[in-house]
């Protein structure tokens, strides 16, 4: 792919848009008051986990009984490490790679669940990072949960070791990203202040909802993670890519909950043909990793992953980081192409930590917030602002 490009918006032709319903006020408090102070967004922050992660993923397991780390491989800039993890009774096994920059001590670390991934081996897709002196920590999800379709709920390692615990895959596997952290901090080898989270598809569904859970990652990249988690569930588009001919349409809930039914809570079923009558939508995920650092990179072309929707919800969860005084945090680039998780994407979030380490310099926010269709002609979701702090 050409490198030098500019995203445009003519790139994206919308050819249909539907919408069902105006997106939740994240700001309504469910005794009928909006949130006026930053106390009442702590109170409201927990109000909203009982949707946005409870009902949307399931109940993720309780706190760890123990956290052992054995070393299984040590060299100069890759190590792997062995993480044990969970119920004393029957601890949980997964292996964690750590790929170090040269020259650089403790470097900021990027954490990314995709091991299972091709991608995750490729060497100019790491170098982007390692070469910016940032570290990789790699895992693989699939270890703690199957993503096997067709196979059922609550398969693998996790639901072994508690019996009881009836979440879905991506809450297990998100559980992983928060065991890889408490890994990290434990071998302080990498800059607990600089934590990344990044992941693709559903591993960036994945790292979403482990960037919510934990607030040890300051900066959080899911890339192009379709229905689920950043897109939207109220509106959904059809569309034509750089003037192709082929009409593409984006990914409903209906559709996930079809083919994927064992990534999501039991009780996501209920909604699959009702978005509309969902307590919550997706501004409301991104939310709650507010004020922290929150980059999401997505594709032109990929219309799955409902870019019209992504931009909606982004706008939305906007007005919770202005009221909290970070609006600089959310950030959202397109780079032309469909989904994958490109070199250029990681550069991107390569920015977006220099830009942290070194308070800004050479930042350019041009970049973002680039469009590959007009918005102007897409009608609005929401109709409330982020009320006036008291």
């Known amino acids: 792919m050409n490198r030098d490009y500019v995203i445009t918006d003519d ?12 997106l939740p006020d994240p700001f309504l408090m469910e005794n009928g008051e909006r949130v006026r102070s930053l106390a009442d967004w702590e109170k409201r922050r927990k109000e909203l986990y009982k949707n946005v992660v409870e009902l949307q993923y399931g109940v993720l397991p309780p706190e760890n ?15 792997v490490f062995k993480i044990k993890a969970g119920p004393l009774s029957h601890p949980v096994t997964f292996r964690m790679k750590l790929i170090m920059p040269a020259g650089v001590e403790k470097p900021p670390v990027i954490v ?24 990789w920590a790699l895992f693989d999800r699939t270890e703690l949960a199957h993503d096997v379709q067709g196979e059922g709920r609550c398969k693998g390692q996790l639901f072994e070791a508690y019996k009881d615990l009836k979440c879905g895959a ?13 890994a990290l901090v434990k071998l302080g080898l990498t800059n607990d202040d600089c934590i990344v989270f990044s992941g693709h598809s559903r591993g960036g569904k994945t790292c979403a909802l482990a960037g919510a859970l934990d607030e040890r990652a300051a900066i959080v990249n899911p890339n192009a993670t379709c229905a689920g988690s950043m897109s939207c569930y109220r509106s959904h588009i059809t569309a034509k890519y750089e003037g192709g001919k082929q009409v593409l349409r984006s990914e409903q809930l209906s559709d996930l909950w079809r083919a994927f039914d064992f990534w999501m809570g039991e009780k996501m079923g209920e ?51 202005s009221f909290l005084g970070k609006e600089d945090e959310l950030l959202l680039h397109f780079r032309p ?3 994958f998780h490109d070199v250029d994407d990681v550069k991107t979030l390569v920015k977006v930590v220099e830009r942290r380490l070194n308070g800004g310099k050479n930042f350019d926010r041009n970049e973002f917030f680039r469009l590959p269709f007009k918005a102007e002609s897409i009608p609005p979701i929401f109709d409330w602002k982020a009320p006036e702090k008291k």
């Open 337 to 339: 192409g469909n989904h």
């Open 65 to 79: 009984e123990v956290l052992e780390v054995e070393t299984l491989y040590f060299a100069s800039n890759s190590k």
């Open 112 to 135: 990314d669940g995709d091991g299972c991934f091709n991608y995750s081996m490729d060497k100019e897709w790491l170098n982007a990072a390692l070469d910016k002196g940032i570290a």
């Open 170 to 182: 991506l809450a297990a596997w998100a559980w992983g990203y928060l065991r890889v952290v408490d």
């Open 271 to 321: 909604y699959s043909d009702r978005p509309d009558d969902l307590p919550f939508d997706c501004h409301e995920l991104k939310a709650l990793i507010a004020p922290r650092t929150l980059l999401l990179t997505e594709a032109a072309g990929d219309v799955w992953s409902n870019p019209v929707g992504c931009w909606q919800t982004t706008m939305a969860a906007k007005e919770v980081y």
């Open 11 to 22: 790139m994206l032709e919308i050819t249909s848009y539907t919408q069902e319903g105006k």
